[in-house]
């Protein structure tokens, strides 16, 4: 029978020990590399899903970007020409025609209007969209009372009944092509303070209203009655009295009454063009107004 010494006993338990803290640590360093590689196998799997759904989102937006959704001819923007590949001076031929109220009907007319290439007709033309009236002409399924918009129809004349611009109410002058409310009102005084007008002529001399308003009176409005006009007696009246009508001044008022004075009464409209500064140009819309 073998027989151990104390030491023997001693190493053999430091033996013990050093396997079991051996064994320990090679479970715990086990279990800790697998954790860290669980953690890595799993953030690379994320990754990849990420990347993967980038992927798809980038193919599908490039796919839409080059997409070209079917569309009418006629409507290409400058914005949607210069997509297209098209030159600016094709795209302002199409807009030119536009304007005139006028449309191309097919692929053919589209080319001969604009001038594109047969490179580009064969790249682009299959994706043209004209209306079905346009496509299938002998169909005829539109009722009676369809518009067109495509074609040019004469317009109706509107006949226009002239009325007295001496009647005239704010309402009606309102509904003059850029006369609104103030100018109506401007209107109607200027009117009241000669009694009335006795021409046209005398709305272009009222501050504020356009050429066109003017252009636009004279189709809606003449001057029809004078029986309410204000008569200055230009032999009577004094400068104060003279400065009252309208297109007199202090200063032509005072030339009128030294005319007299050195000259005698005034006989006639031609007397008034040797006063001085008498405005020559309204001559025969003053001398309505005035009594010799």
Known sequence: MIKFSKGHYFGIAILLALIGVTQVGFYLFNNHYANI???????????????????????V????????????????????GYKLGMTVEQIDKLHKLRKQNKYVNSKSEFQKLTGVSNDWMKKYAPYFKFPDWVTNKSANKYPSNFENKYQKFEKKEVKI????????????????????????????????????????EQLSYIWGISPEAIEDLNKKFQVKSLDNLKKYKINELTIKELQQFPYFNYTLAKNIVTYRSMNGEIKSIEDLTNVKQFPVEKLKIIAVYLDF
């Open 161 to 200: 009944t002239v009325q007295d611009i001496n009647t005239a109410s704010q309402f009606e002058l309102e509904k003059v092509f850029m006369i609104g409310e103030k100018l109506a009102l401007k209107i109607i005084a200027e009117r009241e303070k000669f009694g009335g007008f006795s021409d046209m």
């Open 61 to 80: 937006t490039q796919e839409n970007a080059t997409k070209i959704y079917p569309f009418n001819p006629n409507f290409i923007s400058d914005y949607k």
């Open 37 to 59: 590689g669980n953690s890595t196998f799993q953030e690379d799997e994320n990754w990849l899903k990420q990347q993967n759904g980038i992927d798809s989102l980038k193919k």
